[in-house]
């Protein structure tokens, strides 16, 4: 597609059940990352793919979140145990190889724990 | 490690007013700076950014921001504002040599009539 496509869209769980969320970056871009955006927080760094290389974990808040990204391409993070301090937007953004280049972000997934 | 301050989590200023949204970086080696905006219910798209040569950058709908070596400092400037302004703004920031994005906690500017 022409751009960062996220799904769902919005999702509404109840504590303690297992979610993922979707990404799917733009063809051809090397670098895949996730943010999370809460209320009044910013936006939170989550996890960094680039290329082969071993993913930047370092902004994951908990060993209940995890991510994968296959064939370099599709990307999904998954929230164990959900609690209702996930509730966040969680944005996927991707960029092509060089410094020099942008970010290109996705709508983003809602996501509500009751 | 590189982090991004923007130091203003609030600006709420007047229509036509002049605005600047700070932002300061934590190194001086070469980096690449951009800006992004996220108007209400709105994914984040790009506004500026600047990657070498002139240190004046002018970006969409009328912002700017000057890049200052001396101060690791890419502030965004508009001369007059719109109600459509009314966004938050976010400073990102990429090292030279690493591909990570690092960005600011965002400005939420609010113009007002």
């Known amino acids: 597609g022409a751009g960062v496509s996220q799904s769902p869209s919005n999702k509404v769980t109840e504590k303690g059940k297992d979610v993922e969320l979707r990404c799917d970056p733009i063809?051809?871009?090397?670098?895949l990352y996730w943010y999370r955006q809460s209320l009044g927080q910013g936006l939170e760094f989550l996890i960094y793919?680039?290329?082969?290389?071993?993913?930047?974990k370092s902004g994951l808040p908990s060993d209940r979140f995890s991510a994968e990204r296959t064939g370099g391409s599709v990307s999904t993070l998954t929230i164990q145990r959900t609690q209702q301090e996930d509730s966040a937007v969680y944005l996927c953004?991707?960029?092509?190889?060089?410094?020099?280049?942008?970010?290109?972000f996705g709508q983003g997934t809602r996501l509500t724990v009751v | 490690a590189q982090s991004v301050t923007q130091l203003d989590s609030q600006v709420p200023v007047f229509e036509e007013a002049p605005v600047e949204l700070r932002c300061n970086y934590s190194?001086?080696?070469?980096?690449?700076l951009f800006w992004y905006v996220q108007y209400p219910n709105q994914g984040l798209q790009l506004l500026l950014k600047y990657l070498s040569g002139s240190t004046l950058v002018k970006g969409i709908n009328g912002f700017e921001a000057e890049f200052n070596k001396s101060q690791t400092s890419f502030h965004l400037r508009k001369p007059s504002v719109h109600i459509s302004d009314t966004a938050e703004y976010f400073c990102a920031v990429r090292q030279g040599g690493s591909e990570k994005l690092v960005f600011g906690k965002g400005t939420k500017l609010t113009v007002n009539p």
């Open positions: 063809s051809g871009h090397t670098a």
């Open positions: 190194s001086s080696v070469s980096v690449y």
């Open positions: 953004a991707s960029s092509s190889r060089g410094g020099n280049t942008e970010a290109f």
């Open positions: 793919f680039q290329g082969n290389s071993a993913p930047d």
